[in-house]
């Protein structure tokens, strides 16, 4: 299971933290990201990163948003900062997991956080 949090209401210009953690019996990640569906517009991706820490992020956050990951709490976080109206969207977790030594890895989705950017 993934469980987010840090969504809110925020001005624009202002910075906002995003935080999932992944929980139950994991014997590692793969890949962890966060995605975003703003209304009307299909889920797209924000950002990722690997388990080694290469990230990957959309074009219209890069130099705003970072990806970091604490992989001893298998928690990863998305750092928002100057937040614009546009970024306003319900923002999703994603991440690959694998549960057993024997397992192969599954993807999970938390279950969505309000990101809202309004003045």
């Known amino acids: 299971q993934l469980q987010a949090s840090g969504g809110g209401l925020v001005q624009p210009g202002w910075s906002l933290r995003l935080s999932c953690a992944a929980s139950g019996s994991i014997f590692s990640i793969n890949a962890m990201g966060w995605y975003r569906q703003a209304p009307g517009k299909q889920r797209e991706l924000v950002a990722t990163?690997?388990?080694?820490?290469?990230?990957n992020y959309e074009d219209s956050v890069k130099g705003r948003f970072t990806i970091p990951r604490d992989n001893l709490k298998n928690t990863v976080y998305l750092q928002m900062n100057s937040l614009e109206p546009e970024d306003t969207a319900v923002y999703y977790c994603?991440?690959?997991?694998?549960?057993?030594?024997?397992?192969?890895?599954?993807?999970?989705w938390g279950p969505g956080t309000q990101v809202t950017v309004s003045s």
């Open positions: 994603n991440a690959d997991i694998r549960r057993s030594r024997w397992g192969s890895f599954r993807d999970y």
């Open positions: 990163i690997t388990s080694g820490g290469s990230t």
